[in-house]
T-cell receptor, first 113, second 112 residues
Framework: GENVEQHPSTLSVQEGDSAVIKCTYSDSASNYFPWYKQELGKGPQLIIDIRSNVGEKKDQRIAVTLNKTAKHFSLHITETQPEDSAVYFC????????????FGAGTTVTVRA | ETGVTQTPRHLVMGMTNKKSLKCEQHLGHNAMYWYKQSAKKPLELMFV???????ENNSVPSRFSPECPNSSHLFLHLHTLQPEDSALYLC???????????FGSGTRLTVV
């Protein structure tokens, strides 16, 4: 099955700096890559996703890049703010509607004021 | 409010108890999921229901029993659990054909 590895497991950044989280996947057939943010006491929330026919996608301060050849994808958060502090999960599946989402282990991001 | 509501938010139960977790989605989705979230581990898929039919049972012990009476409700019945079953149990829903998951806030389960 699909194996998703996520690094780093923890990340501390100064407010205003950028944060980058990287994920690799094993199944070359995977073509849908969502990212989830989980705040304390809440369930994960989808923040951005990318499909294999796109190399990069942006939404305000968040961007995701995908390298299908190398089988890795990354989340970039620019101008970090305290409210960006959370646990971030990457995931991969073969289809947007595929219930078999494989998740990374998560990255705890702390933004220092 | 995410559109997926889980109750209770917290549950402490003894190993001989029987309890149930409830999940309700108000999004018109046709697939629902149970995930287990333990510290320092990836989210573990437990069960999947699509159109009220169970399509995945990910080698989950029989002390966990799911029930999906309709497309809006999902239950997880618990009996004779072990302390290692203590975790955050997350419910999610999705619409086949597009979009990601919508998660509930979870039930924090502690088995004593």
């Amino acid at each position: 099955g699909e194996n998703v590895e996520q690094h780093p497991s923890t990340l501390s950044v100064q407010e205003g700096d950028s944060a980058v989280i990287k994920c690799t996947y094993s199944d070359s057939a995977s073509n849908y890559f969502p990212w989830y943010k989980q705040e304390l006491g809440k369930g994960p929330q989808l923040i951005i996703d990318i499909r294999s026919n796109v190399g990069e996608k942006k939404d305000q301060r968040i961007a995701v890049t995908l390298n299908k050849t190398a089988k890795h994808f990354s989340l970039h958060i620019t101008e970090t703010q305290p409210e960006d502090s959370a646990v971030y999960f990457c995931a991969a599946s073969k289809e947007v509607s595929d219930y078999k989402l494989s998740f990374g282990a998560g990255t705890t991001v702390t933004v220092r004021a | 409010e995410t559109g997926v509501t889980q109750t209770p938010r917290h549950l402490v139960m003894g190993m001989t108890n029987k309890k149930s977790l409830k999940c309700e989605q108000h999004l018109g989705h046709n697939a629902m999921y149970w995930y287990k979230q333990s510290a320092k581990k990836p989210l573990e898929l437990m069960f999947v229901y699509s159109l009220e039919e169970r399509v995945e049972n990910n080698s989950v012990p029989s002390r966990f029993s799911p029930e999906c009476p309709n497309s809006s409700h999902l239950f997880l019945h618990l009996h004779t659990l072990q302390p290692e079953d203590s975790a955050l149990y997350l419910c999610a829903s999705s619409q086949a054909g597009g979009g990601g998951y919508t998660f509930g806030s979870g039930t924090r389960l502690t088995v004593v």
